[in-house]
């Protein structure tokens, strides 16, 4: 992975920046207007100027960029999904809820080229709703958070869509960008009361996360949680991303909405940090041409490759106590909530590759490498679709199961023992280090419980779900 960094930041055709939200080596130094917190901006990593006319494969990738970059198949092969979908268990009859602000215009296009570029089938019903709101029209200069949420739309319905090709993809677009303090949450708690009343999904992914320390108060985030409070007693499974900046998260950001600085101490991001939602950590994948894994997975960080804060969120919140299914893993959360809670694909030296029209790249159409916990979260909400077909109904909150199958060493849920959150990056002139957590045997505030082998956590989930555990 050095070799790769090195090799990257050695080249001056590719410049690292996020997506939006979090962090890239240009937004980092940006000064102008920064805005406080709190709001959620969207997980997703992007490697800009770093695309490809039709599919790359991984040695494509890596002699043009120095970096992995990995397909479908790959990511299929390597969570072992081919043996529920040869019993017909692809997500078939349920619909995966997907909530971004704006969303994007050509989403569904943008859908059709991916997956004839990868051989996919399309999804059984696709449809879109702005129950919060009218959307306004994609317009970057006006609105040039559009693009970054255009972007994580992509990555968001491309991924949930490739782990789970036979689930329905109800996308719910929301009227109102994350970014003047915490006006906008409360329309995606509409949108996602209106989903959970009208009974549209049983599994809602989100992309998008805020520190609870830039809230005014614990009482707001407290405001904020109906929409978990209904889907906790409506079955509906609530995943979140844990964040992408390590053990640290974003303070103030551009007007664009990059970090323009970073905590410079410890922070958890909410909702990630709610008991009641499955919070998603990050992890990178060593795989071979075909998905097969020539090294274990580690704890997403390409930090070194951003040269500000880019790895996998967790830690422990600083509002919510610790829920009863951690009581087993006290050890190492202590008194409060501990995230995350599970993890899967994140990094961008593994990139999934997305397919981006010209407006969403804002350049040349073409399949672009994307990492992030945004990655990570509806790649799970594919796998809990598979659940959810497998079981005849919504599980639900699925997080006092996965601490029972841990516990169980279930081997469903395979150990993540390698990698750190801890980052290192410049800011305000001097060099800054926030420590976070080493992965371990066991639970970790990295990686939590670890990882799945899809074939065998599925019908495990849903048994500790149903109780014949």
């Known amino acids: 992975m050095q070799r790769r960094i090195a090799s990257l930041f050695a080249g001056s055709a590719i410049t690292a920046v996020s997506a939006l939200g979090l962090a890239g080596a240009t937004a980092v130094t940006a000064a102008p207007a920064a805005q406080s917190l709190p709001f959620p ?25 120095h970096i992995a970059c990995y397909s479908p198949a790959q990511f299929q092969q390597a969570y072992d999904l081919a043996p529920l979908y040869q019993q017909g268990d692809n997500g078939a009859g349920e619909t995966i809820v997907i909530v971004d602000s704006f969303g994007f ?28 709101g009218k959307v306004p029209a994609f317009d970057p200069t006006k609105r040039p958070q559009m693009v970054g949420w255009a972007q994580e739309t992509s990555l968001d319905v491309e991924y949930s869509h490739a782990i789970a090709p036979g689930a329905n993809i109800l996308l719910v677009e929301t009227p109102v960008p994350e970014t003047l303090g915490t006006h906008g949450f409360p329309q995606i708690v509409k949108a996602e009361n209106y989903v959970i009343d009208h009974h549209l999904g049983t599994v809602i992914s989100q992309s998008f996360a805020a520190p609870e320390a830039g809230f005014p108060s614990a009482a707001s985030i407290m405001g904020l949680r109906s929409a978990y409070v209904n889907a906790s007693k409506n079955g509906v499974t609530v995943l979140a991303g844990t964040g992408d900046a390590g053990a640290t998260g974003a303070k103030t950001l551009t007007p664009q909405g990059f970090a323009a600085t970073f905590f410079l101490h410890r922070v958890s991001d909410w909702p990630a940090t709610d008991p009641l939602v499955t919070a998603m950590g990050g992890t990178q994948l060593h795989l071979d041409a075909t ?80 990492g992030g916990t945004s990655e990570a979260t509806p790649e799970f909400a594919g796998i809990v679709a598979i659940a959810d077909q497998v079981a005849g109904h919504g599980l639900g909150l699925i997080n006092p199961a996965l601490y029972q199958m841990e516990a169980a060493h279930d081997p469903g849920i395979v150990d993540v023992t390698g990698g750190t959150n801890t980052v290192t990056f410049p800011q305000g002139g001097s060099e800054h280090t926030v420590r976070g957590w080493d992965a371990v045997n066991g639970y970790d505030l990295s990686s939590g419980v670890g990882t799945i082998d899809a074939a065998q956590f599925v019908p495990e989930l849903v048994a500790a779900v149903d109780g014949s555990h």
């Not at 901006?41 to 960029?65: D, G, K, V």
């Open 41 to 65: 901006t969207p997980l997703a990593r992007i490697l800009h100027n770093a695309h490809f006319a039709s599919p790359p494969t991984t040695a494509q990738c890596e002699a043009a960029l």
């Open 105 to 132: 215009q050509n989403i569904q296009s943008e859908l059709a080229t991916f997956d004839k570029g990868f051989g996919l089938p399309a999804p059984p019903s696709f449809k879109i709703i702005r129950p919060a």
């Open 291 to 370: 998905g097969n894994r020539f090294e274990p997975d580690t704890v997403w960080n390409d930090t070194p490759l951003f040269n500000s804060p880019a790895a996998s969120s967790g830690g422990l919140s600083s509002v919510f106590p610790r829920p009863a299914y951690q009581n087993g893993v006290a050890g190492a959360v202590g008194n409060w909530r501990g995230n995350p809670d599970i993890s899967m694909s994140a990094a961008v030296d593994g990139s999934a590759l997305v397919f981006l029209d010209a407006e969403a790249a804002q350049g040349p159409a073409g399949y672009y490498l994307i």
